[in-house]
């Protein structure tokens, strides 16, 4: 069997597909992508059992079949060669001979029919939006997923489809991030799943900022995305996800709105001198302007003072910096809104409004 394919339009997919390979796996032909043949193009797939990624290629061909490739090998050799290149492939028993000009590579190959395949998907739920509205989702609340929690489900981030809208929904138990696109589904009962963290990283990897569609299906175990000749496919995880309202604050606390960037520019400057570990931050508040100060071991100590509208209670409340900044970054506005409800309770963040997005931040003792 013979391939032969433009350098550039084999590397693209190659690029695409090679984020389901586990450099570390215990099997040899988990770290290899199979090709395919057909009459329809050549699909790439590769795999780590999570999840699985497959490309086409709109590539006529003679011959049809499949056959396997170390992944990283051949993405190594599609980027060392120069541009224009034409790679050749041919399978000869255990080996797949590469040639290129002057340049030839032999490499190993595993039987195509011992690479895993998919199951049959069949979707009990299944929306359609566009790259753009689903990266939203998932990126303005991503980076509030747990890491290595024992508490599996926060390591996870909620995708909730509803009659009116998709919503994402990531918590580490100290913050939660929510993002909303208003979206006409026809579903008559809200479906909950909770996505892994490499589903959600290897997605935005592969989401661009466009309106071409992307369609959703989603069953009991699984969530398949389709998009410009990509097939995402991922486990889901097995767990019920917390009852994420019941954190939210409402917005009815005391009001402080400050201009996002000079916020943001602050946090940045006292976060310097904050304790390493704690990253704490001390936000005191009187009449129109907030007051930050962080002090470490050192008994260095940082202050700034920035003009703000307030008129609630003068108030002293702590918390983590980089929770506060990851919020902020979150928000695509020039000013910002923070309810507080008291010196203990957790602070509400969102763009001026009915924004789509909401930002808890729990206080901490400084």
């Given at each position: 069997?013979?391939?032969?394919?433009?350098?550039?339009?084999?590397?693209?997919?190659?690029?695409?597909?090679?984020?389901?390979?586990?450099?570390?796996?215990?099997?040899?032909?988990?770290?290899?992508?199979?090709?395919?043949?057909?009459?329809?193009?050549?699909?790439?797939?590769?795999?780590?059992?999570?999840?699985?990624?497959?490309?086409?290629?709109?590539?006529?061909?003679?011959?049809?079949?499949?056959?396997?490739?170390?992944?990283?090998?051949?993405?190594?050799?599609?980027?060392?060669?120069?541009?224009?290149?034409?790679?050749?492939?041919?399978?000869?028993?255990?080996?797949?001979?590469?040639?290129?000009?002057?340049?030839?590579?032999?490499?190993?190959?595993?039987?195509?029919?011992?690479?895993?395949?998919?199951?049959?998907?069949?979707?009990?739920?299944?929306?359609?939006?566009?790259?753009?509205?689903?990266?939203?989702?998932?990126?303005?609340?991503?980076?509030?997923?747990?890491?290595?929690?024992?508490?599996?489900?926060?390591?996870?981030?909620?995708?909730?489809?509803?009659?009116?809208?998709?919503?994402?929904?990531?918590?580490?138990?100290?913050?939660?991030?929510?993002?909303?696109?208003?979206?006409?589904?026809?579903?008559?009962?809200?479906?909950?799943?909770?996505?892994?963290?490499?589903?959600?990283?290897?997605?935005?990897?592969?989401?661009?900022?466009?309106?071409?569609?992307?369609?959703?299906?989603?069953?009991?175990?699984?969530?398949?995305?389709?998009?410009?000749?990509?097939?995402?496919?991922?486990?889901?995880?097995?767990?019920?996800?917390?009852?994420?309202?019941?954190?939210?604050?409402?917005?009815?606390?005391?009001?402080?709105?400050?201009?996002?960037?000079?916020?943001?520019?602050?946090?940045?400057?006292?976060?310097?001198?904050?304790?390493?570990?704690?990253?704490?931050?001390?936000?005191?508040?009187?009449?129109?302007?907030?007051?930050?100060?962080?002090?470490?071991?050192?008994?260095?100590?940082?202050?700034?003072?920035?003009?703000?509208?307030?008129?609630?209670?003068?108030?002293?409340?702590?918390?983590?910096?980089?929770?506060?900044?990851?919020?902020?970054?979150?928000?695509?506005?020039?000013?910002?809104?923070?309810?507080?409800?008291?010196?203990?309770?957790?602070?509400?963040?969102?763009?001026?409004?009915?924004?789509?997005?909401?930002?808890?931040?729990?206080?901490?003792r400084l």
């Amino acid at each position: 069997m013979e391939l032969t394919i433009p350098r550039e339009t084999l590397l693209l997919p190659l690029q695409q597909v090679i984020g389901a390979v586990e450099r570390k796996n215990t099997k040899q032909i988990l770290g290899c992508i199979l090709l395919r043949l057909t009459d329809e193009g050549v699909y790439l797939g590769a795999t780590d059992l999570e999840l699985g990624i497959e490309a086409r290629i709109d590539l006529e061909t003679s011959e049809q079949g499949s056959f396997t490739l170390p992944a990283r090998k051949l993405l190594d050799i599609c980027r060392a060669l120069p541009d224009g290149s034409e790679i050749r492939m041919k399978t000869g028993g255990e080996k797949i001979r590469l040639t290129s000009g002057p340049s030839r590579f032999e490499l190993a190959s595993f039987p195509a029919e011992e690479f895993p395949r998919q199951k049959d998907f069949e979707g009990e739920c299944s929306v359609s939006l566009s790259q753009e509205s689903l990266r939203n989702i998932l990126e303005r609340v991503a980076f509030a997923m747990a890491q290595q929690d024992v508490r599996y489900y926060l390591n996870g981030l909620l995708l909730e489809v509803a009659e009116t809208h998709i919503r994402g929904v990531a918590t580490d138990g100290h913050r939660l991030a929510m993002h909303s696109e208003v979206l006409s589904t026809g579903l008559s009962e809200v479906k909950q799943v909770i996505l892994p963290r490499k589903a959600v990283q290897e997605l935005l990897r592969l989401l661009d900022r466009n309106d071409s569609v992307v369609n959703v299906d989603i069953d009991s175990n699984h969530i398949r995305v389709a998009m410009d000749g990509i097939t995402f496919v991922s486990k889901l995880i097995d767990a019920r996800y917390p009852d994420y309202n019941r954190v939210i604050p409402g917005d009815d606390g005391h009001l402080l709105v400050a201009d996002r960037d000079s916020l943001v520019q602050a946090l940045s400057r006292a976060a310097i001198l904050s304790n390493d570990k704690y990253r704490g931050v001390r936000l005191i508040l009187s009449q129109d302007l907030a007051k930050l100060e962080a002090n470490n071991p050192e008994q260095e100590q940082a202050e700034e003072q920035l003009p703000v509208t307030y008129s609630g209670p003068e108030m002293e409340i702590g918390f983590n910096v980089q929770y506060l900044m990851d919020a902020l970054s979150a928000i695509d506005w020039e000013s910002v809104e923070i309810h507080l409800t008291s010196d203990d309770g957790s602070a509400l963040i969102k763009a001026p409004g009915d924004s789509p997005s909401r930002y808890v931040v729990m206080p901490m003792r400084l």
